[in-house]
């Protein structure tokens, strides 16, 4: 995952982030194989207020489920002194689809706003989850539809208020 964060020496066991995975509602319905399953692809990370988690472009190495803090997706536009804030998740939500499809490439930018806690989960480890568990596989891979079509929708209407000089 991110160079730029910081993980507690005391990592939670699998078991643990099994656990959390279970009661996020992105997960809820899953099995608990299908949870340890996840649970061995994942681990807890830290970001200090303004970390850069990502940058578009940069190889995408998995995603993030945003326990704690607020994270701004950002986009860069030429000729503009800061980038445009696109959409800013908090507590909850996911973070992070670039990982699912070729050329694993993340297409925004995203900063942590303030001190940030998520458990990262990581891409490499997923798709060889989702091979050995195909409905695993597909069952994510619906969620995060929805994941990436609401966000390429509020980029979209970002997009256009920025336009319009909002």
Do not use: N
């Amino acid at each position: 995952m991110s160079t730029s964060d910081t993980t507690s020496s005391a990592a939670p066991s699998a078991a643990v982030l099994a656990e959390a995975l279970a009661h996020h509602p992105f997960f809820h319905d899953l099995p608990a194989p299908a949870l340890e399953r996840l649970a061995a692809c994942a681990r807890e990370a830290r970001f200090d207020a303004g970390t850069q988690i990502f940058h578009a472009g940069g190889d995408a190495d998995g995603f993030f489920v945003i326990r704690q803090g607020t994270v701004r997706v950002e986009s860069k536009r030429p000729g503009s002194a800061g980038p445009a804030v696109l959409q800013t998740l908090h507590e909850g939500e996911i973070l992070g689809w670039s990982w699912l499809t070729p050329p694993y490439r993340w297409a925004f930018d995203a900063r942590a706003v303030g001190p940030t806690r998520v458990i990262a989960l990581g891409g490499a480890c997923l798709r060889a989850a989702f091979e050995a568990d195909p409905l695993l596989g597909y069952r994510l891979v619906t969620r995060f539809a929805g994941v990436m079509g609401e966000r390429l929708r509020a980029a979209h209407m970002r997009m256009l208020e920025l336009d319009d000089g909002g």
